[in-house]
Every structure is written in structure tokens, then in C-alpha cells.
């Protein structure tokens, strides 16, 4: 049973960088089928998509954030990781790490979801 | 790219079937086969019910079914048990090769 489990700050102060990551067990990231994604939910909202990463470090990013996020992978930790910088109160929500079935085109797995709050 | 249109609420008592409509564009919903859902309940993460319109991953009921009809893709729950209330949220792949979800849908069980 593939799980993820996302980790870190859960308050970040406006202007600095949000830094997140995002561990898998229970199977491999470095398997093909799949991409790591970044999903987020605004309090009281729906799903936003962020990005994904592929275990060889491709990246794809959703152009609304593009300029503003960055993706990386460390497959020998069996971890990928969101960076989101110059962020303001808009950028508080529960972030989810989630598998991409590469084929199918939808999240499969997902992480429990971590709050994260801007605020000086 | 704007999210995907949901009805804010559905609802519906034990034994029913409802049905949540999710409204897309030709670059979205109405242009791939690729449609998912996904159940949410309060302070838990999205949980994947229906993949590609009409395709149910493993373990999940067969009281959920999905389809679609030009650019909007539709969510029927049958046989309506308490256990289904949750809010729904559909999800499309787009032609900016991007994910685009829908604002959401609360299903209340009378």
C-alpha cells in the first residue's frame, strides 16, 4: 500500500518561502507510471493543482504559480518537495502531496494534507 | 484556467440515487476521456473514486458511477447511504497539460 506523508512548516511569515516535503513508502518513486504532485485546498475551497515533478526531475507547473514554484526530487530519500516563495495570506491552505497515474491522468494516492498558515 | 462547475449542494435520502453534474470546456471535459472523482470528507484528504468518466479503482462501490456527455461529466451515487455524505470534487486533465478540479459539491444524506 503506497502512502505519503507531507512535512513542514505550518506557519510562514509573508514574503519568505514555503518549503514542504512530501515522503513515500510502500512503493518506489523512481517507478515510470507515475508523477508527484502538489495539490492544494484554500480553507473553505476547492482543489487547486500546483505541479508535478517526474523521478528523473522533469517538472510541470500550473502557469498561474509557475514563477513562483519549484519542484525537486530526492529519490534516494524516497522524497519530493515544493518550494513556493513570495508568498502572501492567499497562499494559506491545506497542501496535499499526491501519485499522478501517468496513463489514466488522475491521483491515485494521496498524503494526509498539511495546514500551512501566512502570517507575520 | 477556471475551475470546473459543480452545484454548490446535492442531497438526497437513504436508498436514493443523485446524481452532481461537472461542467467543463472543449479543453478540458469536453476534449479527453480524462474525468476523475474524488470524496472528501471533513478534515480528511481527497479519496479517488472514479477514474477516466467511468472507471472505478479497486475497492471502491459499485453504487458510484460516472459518465460524461459532451463537456460535462457527471457523478451518480445509488442506493444513498449515511456513509456517502462528503463533499465531491471532479478533476480534468486539460489541453495545457495541466489539472483543472471543480469548485465542489456538498452531498448532504437526509
Known amino acids: 500500500q503506497v502512502q505519503l506523508q507531507e512535512s513542514g512548516p505550518g506557519l510562514v511569515k509573508p514574503s519568505q518561502t514555503l518549503s514542504l516535503t512530501c515522503t513515500v513508502s510502500?512503493?518506489?518513486?523512481?517507478?515510470?507510471?507515475?508523477?508527484w504532485s502538489w495539490i492544494r485546498q484554500h480553507p473553505g475551497k476547492g482543489l487547486e493543482w500546483i505541479g508535478y515533478?517526474?523521478?528523473?526531475?522533469?517538472?510541470y507547473y500550473n502557469p498561474s504559480l509557475k514563477s513562483r514554484v519549484t519542484l525537486s526530487v530526492d529519490t534516494s530519500k524516497s522524497q519530493f518537495s515544493l518550494k513556493l516563495s513570495s508568498v502572501t495570506d492567499a497562499d494559506t491552505a491545506v497542501y496535499y502531496c499526491?501519485?499522478?497515474?501517468?496513463?489514466?491522468?488522475?491521483?491515485?494516492?494521496w498524503g494526509q494534507g498539511t495546514p500551512v498558515t501566512i502570517s507575520s | 484556467q477556471s475551475a470546473l462547475t459543480q452545484p454548490a449542494s446535492v442531497s438526497g435520502s437513504p436508498g436514493q440515487s443523485i446524481t452532481i453534474s461537472c461542467t467543463g470546456t472543449?479543453?478540458?471535459?469536453?476534449?479527453?476521456?480524462?474525468v476523475s472523482w474524488y470524496q472528501q470528507h471533513p478534515g480528511k484528504a481527497p479519496k479517488f473514486m472514479i477514474y477516466?468518466?467511468?472507471n472505478r479503482p479497486s475497492g471502491v462501490s459499485n453504487r458510484f458511477s460516472g459518465s460524461k456527455s459532451g463537456n460535462t461529466a457527471s457523478l451518480t451515487i445509488s442506493g444513498l447511504q449515511a456513509e456517502d455524505e462528503a463533499d465531491y470534487y471532479c478533476?480534468?486533465?486539460?489541453?495545457?497539460?495541466?489539472?483543472?478540479f471543480g469548485g465542489g459539491t456538498k452531498l448532504t444524506v437526509l
Open positions: 499526491a501519485r499522478l497515474v501517468i496513463v489514466e491522468k488522475d491521483f491515485d494516492y
Open positions: 510502500g512503493g518506489s518513486l523512481s517507478n515510470g507510471g507515475y508523477y
Open positions: 515533478i517526474f523521478y528523473s526531475g522533469n517538472t
Open positions: 472543449n479543453s478540458d471535459v469536453g476534449g479527453y476521456s480524462y
Open positions: 477516466e468518466v467511468s
Open positions: 478533476c480534468s486533465y486539460t489541453s495545457s497539460n495541466t489539472w483543472v
